[in-house]
């Protein structure tokens, strides 16, 4: 006999999931809650299973084996107080799939009723769940919490395709920073190469333009090749006088901008000394892209 499955909080994330498990016929979806009816009416609709709730009436919905809390963060820790003052959660498994926050920081209230509590993240942008459902499969997953509770999860992810990795509950904060950085200030640093762009009289259509092949390429490099090797330009070759002259124009320019520069220029410096010897360069290099 099928798991039961409980969401509260059927967003994008919470939408993915529900339709994937629920077209795999891994869990039974039996009921859904949002902040509103017809935001939980829309999920609904969307996954094709599940009573609607509303977060207000936690109380109202039905018990299950397994409830997915796939609230925003701040909410997590509120909405499962609510949930163990409202249910026997004795042998249920309770879980969470936020990225910063663990399984027993937030989930204690679930746990100290009796229930298995587990986080899983997958490591994957939900910005919309009909094209989420249909590259889900492959996505890497951090996964941390109590072994029992992972021993059920587990399979259940790897039912959808995916690649679940273990992490330390500890050091959870910067597991979720080096997402961050991979994905959301990838984002950030082609605006700033945009902008940059920009001060240099290239209209912004016509940068994006220029801007793919090269990012294109260099990312495929990086996982071709490992990052030492898909280094290239002035650090990777030890041009000091073309590094100083970009120091100084963006320094004259916005210098926030010259400082991330140079911090990336010392991480950028790291990788090209591991591809050869650059010991006259460094030298000359290391003081240019101190932050002061």
């Known amino acids: 006999m099928m798991k039961t499955l409980n969401i509260l909080g059927a967003g994008r994330l919470g939408q993915t999931l529900g339709y994937l498990w629920h077209h795999?016929?891994?869990?039974?979806?039996?009921?859904?809650a949002n902040r509103t009816l017809a935001s939980t009416q829309t999920a609904q609709q969307f996954i094709g299973a599940g009573q609607c709730f509303t977060l207000d009436h936690i109380a109202a919905m039905p018990k299950a084996d397994l409830w997915?809390?796939?609230?925003?963060?701040?909410?997590?820790?509120?909405?499962?107080?609510?949930?163990?003052?409202?249910?026997d959660l004795t042998n249920c498994l309770?879980?969470?799939?936020?990225?910063?926050?663990?399984a027993q920081a937030v989930l204690a209230s679930a746990q100290q009723q009796g229930a298995g509590v587990a986080s899983i993240h997958p490591i994957k942008s939900f910005a919309q769940p009909s094209l989420a459902i249909q590259t889900f499969s492959g996505t890497y997953c951090g996964v941390e919490g109590d072994?029992?509770?992972?021993?059920?999860l587990i399979p259940?992810?790897?039912?959808?395709?995916?690649?679940?990795?273990?992490?330390?509950?500890?050091?959870?904060?910067?597991?979720?920073?080096?997402?961050?950085?991979?994905?959301?200030?990838?984002?950030?640093?082609?605006?700033?190469?945009l902008q940059t762009y920009a001060q240099a009289g290239v209209e912004r259509d016509?940068?994006?333009?220029?801007?793919?092949?090269?990012?294109?390429?260099t990312v495929e490099n990086i996982f071709q090749l490992d990052t030492t090797q898909a280094l290239t330009g002035p650090i990777a070759r030890g041009d000091v006088q073309t590094v100083a002259k970009q120091i100084h124009?963006?320094?004259?320019?916005?210098?926030r901008y010259a400082e991330l520069y140079q911090s990336l220029g010392q991480i950028a410096l790291q990788l090209a000394q591991k591809q050869h010897n650059l010991a006259p360069s460094s030298t000359e290099l290391l003081p240019l892209l101190a932050n002061h």
């Open 147 to 152: 072994s029992a509770a992972l021993q059920t």
């Open 68 to 87: 997915l809390l796939a609230c925003p963060d701040d909410h997590i820790q509120t909405y499962c107080e609510q949930l163990a003052a409202t249910h």
């Open 24 to 32: 795999h016929s891994a869990l039974t979806l039996q009921a859904l």
């Open 249 to 255: 124009a963006l320094q004259n320019w916005n210098r």
């Open 156 to 193: 259940l992810f790897d039912t959808l395709g995916t690649h679940c990795v273990g992490i330390k509950a500890e050091a959870k904060t910067l597991y979720h920073a080096a997402s961050v950085i991979a994905c959301n200030y990838l984002v950030a640093l082609q605006e700033l190469a």
């Open 94 to 102: 309770v879980f969470h799939c936020s990225g910063a926050l663990t």
């Open 206 to 217: 016509q940068a994006l333009a220029i801007l793919q092949p090269i990012v294109t390429t």
